[in-house]
Every structure is written in C-alpha cells, then in structure tokens.
C-alpha cells in the first residue's frame, strides 16, 4: 500500500540522516515566531507551526537572489550565470503553500521559462503537512479550494498524534523514504486513524467567503469601478506588506550593481510589490497607477481574477497572510464579502424594481 | 585597463560627523575604494588639503549665516555635490529646533551665552546651492556609499531606493513594531537602510526622510488606532521629518 506510518520519535533521525544529505529548509522557531529557515546541525523543526512571516515560495524563489555575476580581468568580461547546485528539502509545506508553488511552476516554466526558478525547484524535494487546524483567524484556505493538498508534493504527513501518516507523491519521495526514513506499513488502524483525523478537520475551518470561489473573477469585474478601492486608499499606507508576504505574489525587480573597481558586479532580483508607488513608473516619468486605490484595486484583481484566468489556479490561496501583516487591517476576505454583499444588495435591489 | 582616479573632497558643516567616520570606516573595510578615488580635502582624517576636486560630498545641515558663503565656494568648484547624510539633507537632528522659534531654541541651548550666537534655524544644504544627489540617513549607509561611489565613476548620478523602510523589514521577517502598538514611522520613510533599526526591535526615526509619495494622515491615523497619542506621533516627526513637514513647524 501506498500509506506509510513514521512514528513521531523517528523524524528527528530521519530529519538528521536527510541533513547530511540535503541543504533542509523547514519552519523553525526564531525570536518569538516560526520562520522557513535552513536546518543546521542539531536544529529541530516547527512541525505544530501555524504560520510563518513569508512562505515557504523563499525557499525557490529567494527574496534577493544573485542571478548573474559579471568579471572583467584584462579586458575581458565574463559573465556567469549563479546557480544553486546543491539539493534541498523543502519541509513542513502547508497545504495552501503547495498550492501557490504549483502557480509559481507554471508562472515560472511557461513562456519565458527562469532557468534560476527552474534549476532550484529540479533540486527541491517537498515534504508538505496536512493542515488539521486553521493557521490563523484569518486563513480562509477552504473557501480558496487550497485547504485539500495537490499532488505535487514528494511525500505529504499527517499528524496522528503520535505517528505522522506518510503519503507518497513522487518516485522522488519514495526513494527519500526508503533511504532516510524508519517506517512501517499502515494497517486497517492507521487507515481509520487516518479517516478521522480527515474528516474532522473540514469543520474547523469556519472562516469563509460567502460566495464560491468559481465567482470570485466576475465579482471582481462587476466592481472594477467600485468606491471600496478609494476608500481602502485611504487607509493604504503603501507598505508593500500585502505582497511581500504573498505566497502567490510572484513579480521582481532586477538591479544592476557594480563595484567601485568597475571590473566586477552582480545581477540580483529583489521581490516586489505592486502597492510601492514606483512600480507602475515607466520610461518618460508616467505613473499608470500613481491612486494608492487604484495600486490596491491591482492587487485585489490579481488575486481575485487575473492570476486565476491568465493560469487556471486561485491567485489566493487564503493563507491569512497578508491580513495578519497589513499594518492598517486591510483584509481580503473582508473586501471579497463586501463586494459580494454589495452585489447581493444590488440584485436584491434590481429584483424588488422588477416586482 | 586603469581609470583615472575621481577627486573628491569631504565638507563639514552642523552634524555630529558620524557620516564621515561611517567614510572613514569604509575606506578600511573596502580599501580598493582608494585606488578609484583620490581625497583631495578631508578634514575628519587627514590635515592636507588640495583644490581640484570635482566631487564634493557634503555632511551637515547649514546653520551659520557664513555657511552660505562656504557652501556657494564648494559648488562654484564642484562638478557635483552631494548631500552626505541626514543632516545635509533633510536638516536632520538639527531641525528638531523647529518645534520652537529660534530664539527660544538659542536660550535653551546656550543659556546666558546666547547674545555670542548667531545660529539660524538648521537647514538641508539643498537650502543654499543645488544638490546633485543625496546620500540619505543618520548615519549614512556603508553599502549605499560604496553603490554611489561606483555610479558616479561610471558617469551616472547615484540613485536611492523610493520604497518605504518596510519592504526590507518584511523581507527579512522582522517583527511588525506597528503591529505590536509600537511607534514606526517605516512606511513613509525612504529604505535602504535595510532597516537596521526595526530589525533590532526599535521602531523607525524616519532618518531617510519622507518618501515623495506616502501616506502620512493613515501612518498618523494608525498610531491613534494603536493607542499612541498625537504627541508621539509628533515626537517622532520632530526628530528627523520636520523640515518636510511644514505643518508642524512652530508650534506655539
């Protein structure tokens, strides 16, 4: 059978084994709160974590990243593309982050495919964890269909208590299984642990849209021109926040940097944020979204619309993150129910005319 | 292939000269600094002095009527002039003397010395001569020095970062002090600090100045909504912001 059982007192060796082996990313506890961060020797991961500031989206698309050193010795310049080599354990994935990372393949292999993207997620073995229990009063995962994990995973746990279930994704996960793992065969009890743990979960995840999420793109297109975009405006502080922590959020901004020898320089690629005043800046001086509402409705469109009809996933996965860190409270389930009650309100209004 | 080495100078006016010893400091932590320039005048670390520079970086904000006069002398010399630090410009600490009238300010100060001063309200140079560029903060950025040296050899005018001090604070995982009630004045201040005060637990002075385009009335509004009072957030504007907050110069 494909379901395996790894007793909770085991990953602790596994997780060494595979360190030896593997550069391992995993939440861990760091002043006050669980980041993705790489393991070091004797380090122990978050496994009960409930979020982390940024996604795990760092582990593959890091927030500043070299992509190209340049030399010059003699006169003559060299560059040379920087890429990672060394293989990696992503652990400890949410639901909701696999989800956005399977956007972030499709963004970043089709069209112009990103060799750096690529390169690094070729060397990533994922290792996501069922989510039993929201991440936080803002996670609305379930509404967003992201709360069910896809298949893109190499091996996928689940907590029974004392045992971790242990699902296979990927002939990937199989061999890091057997190689790394002490495991065993699950029996008819773990099966029904299973179950439970399953189908109990769905009912803790009360936080909601109040429409389907198949609505979302036309919702968003009928309140293009909608006052809420000025009003949140003016709340806005333009801090980029929202994107930052985005696990979905996927643009950069590409800088040039050359040392004062004037023979050497790097290429890095910094994340970036659509809500910053100079993002829609172009050549010439003209700021096609220079309205802090206006950077806003982009946002909410993307997340709600855009993403979901350039790629066919959910341009939000209802992680809660960028509710949590919105310095001002600006949170996106509250805008989507806004304008879907505004809307209700509206054919309420429209049907009572018509009677 | 060799370039030939840019002649800059170093100028002091009102301000603590932290900016310079952050240049003193880089030319030891990156000596090949000296083999692209040539310091011509340097007062902070060396007592020779040349004329001939064409690259004048300026710390300090102007404070004695002959300032203007030096300052005119630096520009008619220089191709191009540089602000060096808060107190160049944007006033700096200086400026927290904007809160009271000058006088006022001068007594608190110097006491019954005070008819042995003439100082005048602190200004950012850019008050007096053209400014090319700005090298921002209290003190100024080591790397951020390093970057506009390496531009300016290769003919372009330094740029600053025009994002709020909050994107690197967010990219490095710091904790949100606005979202624990803290005073921060990050999301209308210019980064490029990497945010090295919230990293360290303490909210933001604001150092880099007020970003072009941010929103103060919501940062004002979120210190009320976080229980600070008004006067917090005034305190925090007196510090470093004054001179780009009109507004609130002079209170009676």
Redesign the interface.
Known sequence: MLLKILSKSDLPDAVERLGQRYRIIAPMLH???T?FKELLPGDAPDMEYRT???PPKKALLP??EELIQLQSTN?ESRLEPVLDVQPAVLLGVHTCDLHAIGLLDKVFTEGVPDQHYINRRRLTKIISLECLEPCSEHSFCKSMGTLAVPESFDLHLTDLGSDYAVEIGSKAGLNLLWKFFTIRDAGDDDYARLNKAMSEKWSRFNYRLDIDATELPGLMSLNYADELWEELG????????CN??CPTCFCFDVQD??????RSGVRTR??D?CQ???FALVAGGHNFR?R?GDRLRHRFMRKGKYIQEMYDRPGCVGCGRCAQ?C??DIKPLDVFNRLAAGHVNQSEMKKEAIV | ?T?PRAKIAFFDFAGCEGCQLTVLDTLQT?P??L??VEILEFRESMSEREDGYEIAFIEGSCVWPMDEERLRKIRAQAKIVVALGACAHIAGVNSIRRSMSPEKAAEIVYGREVQNYVTKSARPIDAIIPVDAVLPGCPIDRHEF??A??ML??GTLPQIP???V??EC??D?N??L??RGQACM???TRGGCGAICPAFGVGCEGCRGM?????FE??R??FL?NGLSLADFERRISMFLSEQTPTLQVRA
């Not at chain 2, 970003?211 to 929103?215: E, G, K, S, V």
């Open positions: 002043e006050g709160q980041v982390t500031p940024l927030p500043r006169g003016q709340q806005c502080l333009s801090c980029g926040a930052l922590v940097e050359i040392d004062v020898d004037l910094v994340w944020s910053l005043a100079r220079i802090r860190a310095p001002v | 292939m370039h990156h090949e600094l083999q692209a390093l970057r040296v390496s050899l290769q025009s994002d709020p909050c994107v967010r990219l995982e904790r949100c606005l979202l990050g999301p209308i970003l072009a385009d941010m929103n919501g940062l509004e979120q909504a």
